[in-house]
Antibody, heavy 123, light 110 residues
Framework: QVQLVQSGGEVRKPGASVKVSCKPSGYTFINYGINWVRQAPGQGLEWMGWINPYNGNSYEAQSLQGRLFMTTEASTTTAYLELRSLRFDDTAIYYC????????????????WGQGTTVIVSS | HSALTQPASVSGSPGQTITISCGGSDNDVGAYNYVSWYQQQPGKAPKFMIYDVNKRPSGVSSRFSGAKSGNTASLTISGLQPDDEGDYFCSSYTTSSTFVFGGGTRLTVL
């Protein structure tokens, strides 16, 4: 079945970077966009960005531009999110989620989610 | 884009019908029929419940339905069940080629 498995939790100091991986299985990796969504403790969902694994095109939330970098690696069928210059309010659970429809040129809707990766920013 | 506007909480008794609203703008909800809804239960990842305003993915109960009028979307749950408790989030594609979620609505089944 389709599943997305994420890397384990991380603790970082303010100003550092963190890289989270997301390894999908059960479908053709390059056919579906990957979204990144985060959820701060007790808060709602925040869409961070989307990447097309076929050609690397991406869209990011304006609030994260310059700090958020999304990549994919076709050889290992893995997606990565890197967030730089971490701040205390970046503490959250980070989810990767697959787009519902194949071959879309933009984020569309997320049908399968990873288990989440907890990132804690603490001095 | 600002978050879409949802009521913080709604409640209903088993068997009742509730509706959760999702207010947007001409640049998101009103611009496309790409509204989707997610259910999140404590400690779990969100679950995909509705897409394209009113379509249900395979496996989602027909008790869940979606609609849209202008810049406002809505999710209706009929025949409320205790297992429906949780947080519900609406979302939409935007004219900036980004995606935006609502602030979330906590559903309590009394």
């Amino acid at each position: 079945q389709v599943q997305l498995v994420q890397s384990g939790g991380e603790v970082r100091k303010p100003g550092a970077s963190v890289k989270v991986s997301c390894k999908p299985s059960g479908y053709t990796f390059i056919n579906y966009g990957i979204n990144w969504v985060r959820q701060a403790p007790g808060q709602g969902l925040e869409w961070m960005g989307w990447i097309n694994p076929y050609n690397g095109n991406s869209y990011e939330a304006q609030s994260l531009q310059g700090r958020l970098f999304m990549t994919t690696e076709a050889s290992t069928t893995t997606a990565y999110l890197e967030l730089r210059s971490l701040r205390f309010d970046d503490t959250a659970i980070y989810y990767c989620a697959r787009d519902f429809r194949q071959f879309m040129l933009h984020p569309y809707g997320m049908d399968v989610w990873g288990q989440g990766t907890t990132v804690i920013v603490s001095s | 884009h600002s978050a879409l506007t949802q009521p913080a909480s709604v409640s209903g008794s088993p068997g009742q019908t509730i509706t959760i609203s999702c207010g947007g703008s001409d640049n998101d909800v009103g611009a496309y029929n790409y509204v989707s809804w997610y259910q999140q239960q404590p400690g779990k990842a969100p679950k995909f419940m509705i897409y394209d305003v009113n379509k249900r993915p395979s496996g989602v109960s027909s008790r869940f339905s979606g609609a849209k009028s202008g810049n406002t979307a809505s999710l209706t749950i009929s025949g409320l069940q205790p297992d429906d408790e949780g947080d519900y989030f609406c979302s939409s594609y935007t004219t900036s080629s980004t995606f935006v979620f609502g602030g979330g609505t906590r559903l309590t089944v009394l």
